[in-house]
Nanobody
Framework: DVQLQASGGGLVQAGGSLRLSCAFS????????VGWFRQAPGKEREVVSC????????YCPDFVNGRFTISSDRAKRTVYLQMNNLKAEDTAVYYC?????????????????????WGLGTLVTVSS
C-alpha cells in the first residue's frame, strides 16, 4: 500500500526557517512525482512548491512561492520542503502528495491539485 508521512512542522518565529520532510513507500520508485501543498483555516488548498520526479526533473508552476524550495533524496525515499523567511500568513497545514506513475510534465507545471495519494498534514505555525 502507498504510504506518505509528513513531519517537521511546529512553531517558528516570523523570519525564521523550517524544513519539512515526507517519507514515502509502497509504490514503483522508478516512476513517480511528488509535491507540497498547504491549507490555511478558511482558505482553499494551494500548491506551494515545484514538483520533483523520479527521472530527476523539476517542474515549477509560475506562481509558486520563491521562498520555498523542494528537494529529494531518492535513496532515502524522502522529499523535503525548505521554507525560508517565514511570515504569519504561511501558517497552515502542509501536505505532501504523490503520483505514481508520473503524468505529463505539463500537468505539474500548471499546478496539480488532484494528486493520487496524500499524506497526513503537519501543522506549521508562524508567530511574531
Amino acid at each position: 500500500d502507498v504510504q506518505l508521512q509528513a513531519s517537521g512542522g511546529g512553531l517558528v518565529q516570523a523570519g525564521g526557517s523550517l524544513r519539512l520532510s515526507c517519507a514515502f513507500s509502497g509504490f514503483t520508485f522508478d516512476d513517480y512525482a511528488v509535491g507540497w501543498f498547504r491549507q490555511a483555516p478558511g482558505k482553499e488548498r494551494e500548491v506551494v512548491s515545484c514538483f520533483s520526479s523520479s527521472d530527476g526533473g523539476t517542474y515549477c508552476p509560475d506562481f509558486v512561492n520563491g521562498r520555498f524550495t523542494i528537494s529529494s533524496d531518492r535513496a532515502k525515499r524522502t522529499v523535503y520542503l525548505q521554507m525560508n523567511n517565514l511570515k504569519a500568513e504561511d501558517t497552515a497545514v502542509y501536505y505532501c502528495a504523490l503520483d505514481s506513475p508520473a503524468r505529463n510534465p505539463r500537468y505539474y507545471r500548471s499546478g496539480a491539485l488532484d494528486m493520487h495519494w496524500w499524506g497526513l498534514g503537519t501543522l506549521v505555525t508562524v508567530s511574531s
